[in-house]
């Protein structure tokens, strides 16, 4: 069964700052095959990306998605503050099952 | 625009059951297959079960395989989640998430969630 590793666990930026979160699954997949999710405090998971790269409706573009080769990642161009938050990776696995990293939570520093 | 509305969540006893309810509102929900995810209190997501859009199968994650059971009515737009012997394990938000099958899968709309705590 896969299994999603983000990495780092926490990344303490300042608003302004790049910010590079990654996501290793543990079996080959679709280079399609993954999503992002945002997670303020308190609130529900807000989707990002699609299909690895697509962003979601009204997402700004300062977010964007990849695929290295070895790992997906999502890059936050600059942040703004409502950008410190928690960010999971998800991909739907074999036998209809739907897997998500640990996060990456995404802190001032 | 698309509405999630979770309820039905509550503080139950361990080795009870408890039924949450989905009301899905804005879009044509027989035509999405529909999920259930929870989050532990300070721990990550956790997919649930997946029920497809017309009913016709459904599937669970290992923690629940055998307690839970997912269903819809797509005549109330409603999406449900009945969950039998719970465990303090269970404890967590439930949301439910509509599901989008395109080159990859992904769930494009949330709920607020539905908080269930299982505690003697």
């Known amino acids: 069964e896969t299994v999603l590793t983000q990495s780092p666990g926490t990344l303490s930026l300042s608003p302004g700052e790049k910010a590079t979160l990654s996501c290793r699954p543990s079996?080959?997949?679709?280079?399609?095959?993954l999503a992002w999710y945002q997670q303020r405090p308190g609130q529900a998971p807000r989707l990002l990306i699609y299909?690895?790269?697509t962003r979601a409706t009204g997402i700004p573009d300062r977010f964007s998605g990849d695929w290295s080769g070895t790992d997906f990642t999502l890059t936050i161009k600059r942040l703004e503050p409502e950008d410190f938050a928690v960010y999971y990776c998800?991909?739907?696995?074999?036998?209809?099952?739907?897997?998500f990293g640990p996060g990456t939570k995404v802190e001032v520093k | 625009q698309v509405q999630l509305v979770e309820s039905g969540g509550g503080v139950v006893q361990p080795g009870t059951s408890l039924r949450l309810s989905c009301a899905a509102s804005g879009f044509t929900f027989s035509t999405h297959g529909m999920h259930w995810v929870r989050q532990a209190p300070g721990k990550g997501l956790e997919w649930v079960a997946i029920i497809w859009h017309d009913g016709g199968a459904q599937y669970y994650g290992d923690s629940v395989r055998g307690r839970f059971t997912i269903s819809r009515d797509n005549t109330k737009n409603t999406l449900y989640l009945q969950m039998n012997s719970l465990r303090a394990e269970d404890t967590a938000m439930y949301y439910c998430a509509r599901g989008i099958v395109g080159p990859g899968y992904y769930f494009d709309y949330w709920g607020q969630g539905t908080l269930v705590t299982v505690s003697s």
């Open positions: 079996q080959d997949s679709s280079i399609s095959n």
């Open positions: 299909d690895a790269s």
């Open positions: 998800h991909q739907y696995g074999s036998a209809h099952r739907f897997i």
